[in-house]
């Protein structure tokens, strides 16, 4: 239904869960949300039609949105969650090396304004073994950015684009994402975002440390960047207790509340998809 | 103003758009007047009741941001702490706790779902040993809920049902013994939990007393399924006017709320009869109205058909067909004269 319930492949992923086929995804019955959130789970500059079913990732998300209003709201995990338990780590014993760093992006709507180089210094200064860093696709199609990062002897990649608006749809953003991520022991940031909470699920180390940088026009309706340190403290760090960042990612993902396949069929809509 | 952790941005317990509004009304007074040493107000009260605490040593406890700083504007010599109980780890212990609103309002939608019970806990922990509690306690089988039509559903309504709290004791006695404290007082308000109109010591007052006070109080229950004053004075008068209770308000301390007859109030509640009535004029006034516009709609079917046959007519090959059918007529009279 909406276009974003696409983003990253988050409805193929779904819909491999649910049995069906992965690449061309029935039509959602609802709103799903796409990111991790501190407001009440939508973007809050898309549209949607009011009295849409809300789609939420975490208890805690969906206590947020009732108490803003949103009434029609069900807890239903995070795609990336239902991702983790279907495909299971195929080496668990591999050793894991390095760290896969996430430097804080902006959108195709908003721009980063802040200092690439002094946060180089700082992952050189921080992390001890080999570090590959993720750019967002806006930003590794910048060759200058990218070579930045090389120069700085780290390994740069993407996972791909995320699609929007029903163009540039990925279904195995998230697939490339988990590999990546099981690959490495650390998983870091500038900022508390997806990424570091996907990565502590598929067991990595998370850490947030460094700049936060400042986007342009950023909503600070829920207390930005502040609120985040204040409220999610077991996460920022360039060290964590692991244990309670595990705990606090998994509630934030809504990994202790998948449905089975048949519930979340029902519930998206899809009970006569074959 | 401090932020504690689990504050809600976008959200204010005070304003009442979210909610029942704060604790509040002029019987409750008498009970913040009573505080003494270093106080806590936790929860959402009415400032007019916050006004009456006299000692040097304030601290209050609140969930939205918005409300913490209108808090912070009003009283700026008091400690305001914005957040769920959760997180609020004071220093040193308090004299006197102001809890008239209950305890569901202590946490908020970003922590976690306590429970009364817990909730209980960490706030009696909070309490020096002898200190003074003012408890507010919602009665789920307080009248209130028995004879209204459920509340409409707010966005403070976020956590399960409290009813299905496993945590929380059901009956004043049960509260009682949950406390653990020794209980001074204990007064029942009517007719609802956050604007009490009569605060009832029912173990002192005599039953007529009560019952006169809760005829009044029960005035200006809506929506009801009969006429709550009758019946609360019924209660009254049983010496249930505690069991049915919308809420109680337990102390620690014996604090003394004079006994005064809330004011006589013009009103009318709606009960379900009425509505009933009502919804039956209606549905009369409607069917009339349906069966009028059926009428006129034929009408104008019929005029409208009406003037297409005249329109038809006054055009060539209408005169024509009617000319012809005339002359057919006049030669058929003169072939059959009338006769």
Redesign the interface.
Known sequence: MHHANHYYGHSSVLARYCGLEGDDPPRVHGYLQHGWNIGDGLAADHEFVPGTPVLLWSE?T???A????R?RTTVVGSPWAYLVRQDQDPDPGVRRDGTIWYPFHGWEGQHVVGDHDGLIDEIRATEPGPVTVCLYWQEFRSARLRRRYERAGFRVICHGYRGGWWENLDPQFLHRQLAELRRHRRVASNRLCSAVFYGALAGCEPAVYGDPMHLERENM???GTE?IR??WPELHGAAVDVPAAYEVAVAELGADRLLPPDELRTILGWENAR | MRLLGDEMLCWSDLDGEHGPGPVRGAVLQPLPAAAYGRTLVAGPHDPALTDRISTGDLSLLIRGVADGEALAARYPEAAVHCGSLGRFRPAERFDTIVALDGLERLGSAEGAELGWGRTLDLLLDLLRPGGLLLLGVENFLGLHRLITLPPAVTDSDFAPPAEDDPTRPAGLSRVRERLGLPVARVYSAYPSPQAPTALLDTARLSREDQAAALARACATVDDVLMDPRRIAAVAARHGAAAELAPAWILTTQDIAVPFSLPEVVEHRPHAVRELIIERDRLAQELAEARAKHLWYEQMLVNRETALKRARLAATTPGQALLGGARAAKRVLRRVRPRG
């Open positions: 805690r969906r206590r947020r009732w108490s803003l209003g009434r309706t829920f207390g609120r204040r409220q």
